[in-house]
């Protein structure tokens, strides 16, 4: 009888262990134990990549840097955390195989053989009482020679402003009292720091490909009113001796060098009248003074920021772009601005960088909807890579579905979008959750989404909509809702529930709408322009356009939508949910950040105050301690350091959703 009775027993813990490695939709406990990859480089005899990873929210979401080799399967930690910084981040290599790294605001230097990291101490005599005092490193660049490396460090407070907090004398005089930064050389054959004179204010620099000069981009005045980059050629040699640069444009956010030194490569405000930050490439002839816009992104893609590689022949660029739901490399002729797109074999191409000056090899992240974020290695542009064998970010049994990419025609326009079905489609109809995403100038792409996941396991369809003013389909679409938000839009989104709810098993009477920053404002705006959704959810929404102007940190981009609202009220409140407030009937849940100051926590208590004074069915959840970024990351699913906040954050939206779909959670009854 107990021989029988251990074999039945042996049956069910292998039958419970099989049913335990079944593909399954993570929950939101599971969410915690996800990682985040990022910034790989590879070394410069090609046989490693130094890569960031961030742990679980489970253990604790510090950075680290991992080692992974290129041939082989091997993978380690390099770097643990301190006793003066608990993540390590930014690596670079040497050519000579130093690899450099960013811990907090300090300098590291170390072997990949694990030996114990060496700082690189900076010191300043810039500011007055503070002397020899260490500088706060914001980011650094190694010249192509190694023989140098450019830091941009913050200077420290001058010793009278510890004085004053003690004494709480500490009245800050505003756009004056702010700390300001600098360049600084360091000597690689001895390690010793010399500051670039005159220079403040820094943004960017970038190295000629000789090594003997310095380009750094800087600006005149704080950004709350528009560009003001300026840029200055130093000479390495003589640091002292600084050439300013004219006809530069106001707007440049990154520029590289031609590899003959005659010229530079920009990457700046498009010529057309677009929300600011839509960006095209220029060059820069420095002999004849002579810029020309390339015009590369203006048609059908969006040009991003970080990735900006000069060819060896000077003759094209490699550049990071959006095209539709995908997000690759471009190549762009720098004589005719022809743009081609390289298939790399993923929807999704990130991090993207070169082994070194000169060297035919690649490393990059690669993902997609059903594929979490990798480390590639390629040697051939235009192919795909080889995946690398390395930490896995996320647990090989959480189960994803691919989505299908669906289109739709409002207004002249034909718009796009991305369409989740849950398994429980294929026998009814399904309640359905659409995402909105931030910007205005933002876009959802075929990558690999936590947080949808999480939806589809609920049971929902996701639908992610790209509509007007959404990135990746070129300047004229990026710009269609000026001065216009919340209304072509937001109609353009509800087009496509439209469509969803004609040709896909969605049912139309158990709709939510949901999203972080801009889509936080746009679930707004649905608040008071139609009652069809059961339930919305707004994470860090902008509610006025008005107070948001004159209390916010970032808010000049807005402007270009709205004008100013002082001068154009009533342009800028028609642009804001805030005016719908009194047609409002849908409950409504707004998640905020305390330490917002893109989108202040005031902004959600308008709105907040506004509907319970219409007794409509409103909650409100302040979160201490989180940001903009870091609360769009909990609201995402993605690693954090704070242990709980995502979890509560996305156990108070699902509820709330849960509760409107079953009827608990009814809407204002019509007067």
């Known amino acids: 009888m107990s021989r029988i009775l251990l074999v039945a027993i042996s049956f069910m813990i292998g039958f419970v262990g099989k049913l335990e490695a079944e593909p399954h939709f993570p929950s939101n406990e599971d969410l915690r134990q996800l990682r985040s990859i990022s910034n790989p480089r590879l070394s410069p005899d090609g046989r490693y990549v130094v890569l960031q990873m961030q742990d679980s929210t489970k253990a604790g979401g510090a950075t680290h840097l991992w080692v992974v080799t290129v041939q082989g399967s091997s993978y380690r930690q390099l770097t643990f955390g301190s006793a003066t910084s608990k993540s390590e981040s930014d690596p670079l290599f040497l050519p000579g195989g130093t690899l450099l790294f960013r811990a907090g605001t300090r300098l590291f230097r170390m072997f990949l053989d694990g030996k114990h990291p060496v700082e690189i101490r900076l010191r300043t005599a810039s500011t007055p009482g503070a ?29 009278e402003r510890s004085t004053e907090r003690k004494e709480r004398r500490d009245v800050q005089w505003v756009d004056h009292d702010r700390p300001r930064n600098r360049v600084y050389l360091v000597d690689t054959s001895d390690w010793k720091t010399a500051e670039v004179p005159s220079l403040s204010d820094i943004d960017s620099v970038s190295w000629s490909a000789q090594s003997d000069r310095l380009l750094v981009l800087t600006h005149t005045r704080p950004d709350d009113f528009g560009f003001s980059t300026s840029a200055v050629i130093v000479t390495v040699s003589e640091p002292s001796s600084q050439t300013r640069i004219a006809g530069i444009p106001e707007s440049t956010r990154r520029a590289a060098w031609l590899h003959n030194g005659k010229g530079l490569v920009l990457f700046a405000q498009c010529e057309e009248d677009a929300p600011l930050g839509s960006s095209d490439l220029y060059t820069l002839d420095l002999t004849a003074g002579r810029l020309t816009h390339l015009k ?62 000169g060297e035919n090899e690649w490393v990059y992240l690669a993902s997609s909807s059903v594929s979490p974020p990798a480390v590639y290695v390629s040697n051939a542009l235009g192919q795909p890579g080889k995946r690398l064998v390395q930490p896995e970010v996320a647990p090989g049994d959480w189960r994803s579905v691919a989505p299908s990419i669906i289109s739709w025609q ?45 939806l589809l396991g609920r049971g929902w369809a996701v639908f992610l ?76 929404p902008i509610t006025d356009q008005i107070s948001e102007q004159g209390t916010a940190s970032e808010a000049y981009p807005d402007s270009w939508f709205t004008g100013l609202p002082w001068v154009n009220f009533e342009s800028a409140w028609r642009q804001s949910p805030l005016a719908y407030a009194k047609n409002a009937t849908t409950p409504l849940l707004l998640l905020q950040g305390e330490n917002d100051t893109s989108d202040p926590p005031g902004q959600s208590m308008q709105l907040y105050r506004a509907l319970r004074a219409a007794e409509v069915p409103v909650e409100m959840y302040l979160f201490p301690r989180e940001n903009h970024s870091s609360l769009g990351r909990q609201f995402s699913g993605l690693p954090s350091v704070e242990p709980w906040h995502g979890v509560m954050l996305r156990d108070y939206m699902i509820s709330f959703i849960e509760d409107a779909f079953s009827g608990k959670r009814g809407k204002k009854k019509a007067n």
Not at 420 to 436: F, Q
Not at 484 to 492: A, E, H, V
């Open 131 to 159: 002397l020899s005092a260490i500088v706060a490193v914001d980011s650094y660049a190694v010249s192509p020679s190694g023989k140098t490396i450019a830091v941009i460090a913050t200077d420290p407070d001058p010793r």
């Open 296 to 357: 590369a992104g203006t048609t059908n893609s969006t040009l991003s920021l970080p990735t900006l590689i000069i060819a060896g022949d000077d003759r094209s660029a490699l550049i990071a772009l959006t095209r539709g739901v995908k997000r690759t490399i471009g190549r762009v002729d720098l004589d005719t601005g022809t743009l081609d797109t390289l298939d790399l074999g993923a929807p999704v191409i990130t991090d993207f960088s070169q082994q070194q000056e």
């Open 410 to 454: 409002r207004d002249g326009l034909t718009l796009e979008g991305l369409f989740y079905r849950p398994p429980e489609s294929l026998v009814r109809r399904v309640p359905m959750v659409v995402i909105a995403h931030g910007g205005p100038p933002g876009q959802f792409t075929d990558g690999y989404l936590p947080l949808t996941n999480l």
């Open 465 to 540: 909509p790209n509509p007007r003013g959404s990135t990746g389909y070129g300047i004229a679409f990026e710009a269609a809702n000026k001065g216009d938000l919340g209304n072509g839009d937001f109609l353009d989104i509800m087009a496509g529930v439209d469509e969803l709810v004609r040709s896909e098993p969605v049912s139309p009477d158990h709709l939510a709408m949901i999203g972080h920053s801009y889509g936080g404002e746009m679930a707004a705006f649905a608040e008071g322009k139609t009652s069809r959704f059961k339930a919305i959810v707004c994470s860090a």
